[in-house]
């Protein structure tokens, strides 16, 4: 019993950070029909600009992350303007191999003008274990989860409550009518994909010490991103929120009790029951949209 | 085609291609010989992306199918023809399997469902060791011979995997005029419009993805011999989106399309190499501009040519 609560608490803390970059996944599918192949290297990137500017520059932590932030969201900015503007007419596929195109280009360029190593990152948290009866976790795990949380219940409230977020809401149902209530589309479009770039921009701290800095993490964390995207619905932020934790659960409780080696299989496998039974998601809805 | 002379620029490279062999280095060879067999899995799936419009990214998966099929019976004493068509017809089963959620399923489902399914072959080919060597693959697949005459060298290798390029080719002109691809085509144009002509979009998404699996299961097939050893690593999901690439830069819904596509994305890397270390940086970037200039692919370059060059002008558009 003190086992499975402390691999809950663990699959929910690695799930949780799944689900904040299935989120911007979302926010593009919703807005652009933009699935975007590079979205583990919007999460690598900002790692390195953290360790350039806090470890080697050595700038207090608080102005480091806000430069990262800022420097991830510039990154989303221009990702918009040079490329996704221009794609958007050539339908899926295009945009498909252009995001494969820019997530190797992004990786390798990383390899090549850094490092190919493993860098360390420190833990923004204390690792201190907490005990409570028997059951002993690291209070990092609970403060990624807390923080998320409010970062996600924040973002879901922009969109609900303010007038952007409703043209955004907007914008994924029809963009012609959005167009026809006087919304600037495209205004729209970009404004999602600098609030992807933020939120991946943030997911990045938190990752970093948990999957530490390498040139490739993104591949299998925007992978897992997906596949949470799908499993919990690619038409909600709750969806993705929901197929984050399912993927992070699944993952850590069939590792430890069913098989390490077939540790993708079952999240794969839960995915193809996810799509034969409830194709809409987890937590989707048919036809809407947020 | 206008007549004989419409064949004559195809001739032209056929011809090209036959003799090249016998000045090449060894590596060069395996290189060309190697975009041979990428040119048969391009085209099969072609058929399933360019013509029937379904994203399938479990190409590689396909792949390794038929080359484990020809790996594990070839090394167990059976003919190299016998496992030629039934690594085919298991690829194509599997096709079929994956074609079920295609009748559903667009887009970014259908992209994932095909992933999936590709991540889980791998880990079958990778952990299931009784069947297919794990890690390690299987070693020492003979290569085939016709009666008498033994395959062994790696240019007569080479003329096998050319006859059944020339032999994918054709098949794939024959199936894309044949009933079947106009029923492809209309269905990627506007699949509620097909229906309403009649043509029963269901079956014909299956058969899209049975075609293309069962060329991936040849390609497999001749690729096991060519390498004389497999391993899982060459049908990875990212192998998948190597094929996607090839047909996408190399243009989609045309013929010459997957056979320019697999050329540059196979061959193209090896040129690189004189980058050196930056080599994966300019292939993508190179990717990249393709896909925001070009985005019909590289067979527009090689239309404009055409309007250029008054003897290509002869080959149908």
Not at chain 1, 119 to 133: A, G, Q, V, W
Not at chain 1, 161 to 184: D, F, P, Y
Not at chain 2, 96 to 120: C, E, M, Q, R
Request: charged share 10%; net charge positive; glycine share 10%.
């Amino acid at each position: 019993m003190t086992d499975l609560i402390q691999l809950l608490i663990g699959g929910l803390s690695i799930g949780i950070l799944y689900s904040i970059v299935a989120i911007g996944f979302v926010l593009l599918w919703q807005t652009s029909q933009t699935i975007n192949f590079a979205q583990g290297e919007f999460v690598m990137v900002p790692m390195f600009v953290m360790v350039g500017l806090h470890i080697v520059l050595k700038l207090p932590f608080w102005l480091s992350f806000l430069l990262t932030i800022l420097a991830s969201s510039l990154m989303g900015y221009l990702f918009e303007k040079l490329m996704i503007k221009r794609l958007l007419a050539g339908g899926v596929i295009v945009i498909v191999i252009a995001t494969l195109g820019l997530s190797a280009f992004l990786r390798y360029g990383m390899q090549i003008t850094w490092t190919p190593l493993t860098l360390f990152f420190p833990h923004i948290f204390s690792t201190e274990p907490i005990k409570i009866r028997n059951v002993v976790f690291s209070s990092e795990d609970i403060w990624n989860i807390v923080i998320i949380s409010i970062i996600i219940l924040l973002l879901h409230l922009f969109i609900k409550r303010t007038k952007l977020g409703k043209a955004m809401q907007a914008v994924a149902q029809s963009r012609e009518t959005a167009t026809l209530m006087g919304i600037n589309v495209m205004q729209i479009i970009t404004l999602v994909f600098v609030l992807n770039s933020i939120l991946t921009g943030i997911g990045a701290i938190f990752v970093a010490p948990v999957f530490f800095v390498r040139y490739d993490v993104g591949v299998q964390l925007g992978l897992k991103a997906f596949i949470a995207a799908v499993i919990g619905g690619f038409n909600q932020i709750r969806g993705a929120l929901a197929g984050g934790i399912t993927v992070g659960l699944v993952e850590t409780l069939a590792a430890a009790y069913i098989s390490t080696a077939y540790r993708d299989a079952f999240t794969m496998i839960l995915l193809l029951l996810i799509l034969l039974i409830k194709p809409e998601g987890i937590a989707g809805i048919r036809e809407e949209a947020y | 085609m206008k007549g004989w002379k419409g064949w004559l620029p195809w001739g032209v490279v056929i011809v090209l291609l036959c003799i090249v062999p016998w000045f090449l280095k060894a590596y060069t060879l395996f290189i060309l010989s190697f975009s041979l067999v990428n040119i048969i899995l391009a085209i099969g799936l072609n058929i399933t992306l360019g013509y029937a419009g379904q994203i399938s990214l479990c190409h590689a998966a396909f792949m390794g199918i038929g080359a484990y099929t020809t790996g594990i019976m070839v090394t167990h004493g059976w003919s190299f023809w016998l496992s030629l068509p039934l690594a085919g017809l298991i690829a194509c089963f599997f096709g079929t399997i994956i074609g079920f959620p295609a009748i559903k399923w667009k887009d970014h489902y259908l992209a994932l469902v095909t992933i999936g399914f590709n991540i889980v072959g791998y880990l079958v080919m990778q952990q299931e060791k009784w069947l297919t060597g794990g890690p390690h693959g299987i070693s020492n697949i003979s290569r085939p011979s016709i009666g008498p005459l033994k395959l062994a060298s790696a240019v007569s290798y080479y003329y096998l995997l050319l006859f059944f390029v020339i032999l994918a080719i054709l098949s794939s002109v024959w199936i894309i005029k044949s009933k079947w691809g106009r029923a492809f085509m209309a269905i990627r144009l506007n699949e509620l419009a097909a229906k309403s002509h009649g043509v029963c979009s269901h079956h014909y998404k299956l058969l899209a993805f049975a075609i293309g699996a069962f060329y991936a299961g040849i390609g497999g097939s001749l690729f096991a011999p060519l390498l004389k050893y497999i391993n899982p690593e060459s049908f990875t999901f990212f192998a998948s989106f190597e094929y996607l690439i090839m047909v996408v830069i190399g243009g989609m819904g045309r013929i010459e399309g997957p056979i320019i596509g697999a050329l540059i994305i196979t061959m193209g890397p090896e040129i690189l190499r004189v980058a050196e270390a930056f080599y994966l940086i300019i292939y993508s970037l190179i990717l990249i501009l393709i896909m925001l200039f070009l985005r019909k692919g590289l067979v527009v370059v090689v239309d404009r040519l055409r309007e250029w060059i008054p003897v290509l002008r002869l080959t149908k558009r």
